[in-house]
């Protein structure tokens, strides 16, 4: 049995880390922008999203501020997570580009190493394929289409 838990400990320490290594570009370039608490306050919002995700009952804003700091001050928490939220210096859009360019970049690297990139599609999106930024995508997937 220990030797699952340390495996475990080991587990999550990796996603820590390849955690840490995603946000960091993002967090650098919002700490140009935003008060350093706020973006101290949006990764540790990030990993306690991924460590308490629960899929059918979701996740309160004031139990999101509990686990960003302790349920004794589970308001504070909940403050700071309403001051990132609330912060006019930064937006969606913001996170939306930052995620586009770490895809495009992945792509670019695939395919300067010959490798086929492959784009998991769930039919979920709002767009047709040809529409906006998926366009570009669609002609990876669709060689033989023209945007």
């Keep these: ?22 946000l960091d570009p993002l967090l650098v370039r919002l700490d140009e922008q935003l008060d350093s608490r706020l973006v101290r306050t949006l990764g540790a919002t990030v990993e306690v999203l991924l460590q308490t995700r629960y ?10 501020g509990a686990f960003l700091t302790s349920p004794a001050q589970a308001a504070a928490g909940t403050k700071r997570l309403s001051n990132l939220l609330r912060s006019k210096r930064w937006s969606a859009e913001t996170l939306s580009d930052y995620l586009w360019k770490q895809a495009w970049s992945k792509l670019s690297d695939l395919v300067c190493r010959g ?27 669709r060689p033989g289409r023209s945007g």
């Design 115 to 141: 490798r086929d990139p492959l784009v998991l599609w769930d039919e979920s999106v709002w767009e047709k394929p040809e529409s906006s930024r998926w366009r570009d995508w669609a002609r990876w997937s």
């Design 55 to 64: 899929r059918s009952a979701g996740l309160l804003l004031s139990e999101l």
């Design 1 to 22: 049995m220990q030797t699952s838990a340390a495996s475990g400990v080991a587990l999550a320490h990796t996603f820590r880390e390849r955690l840490k290594e995603f």
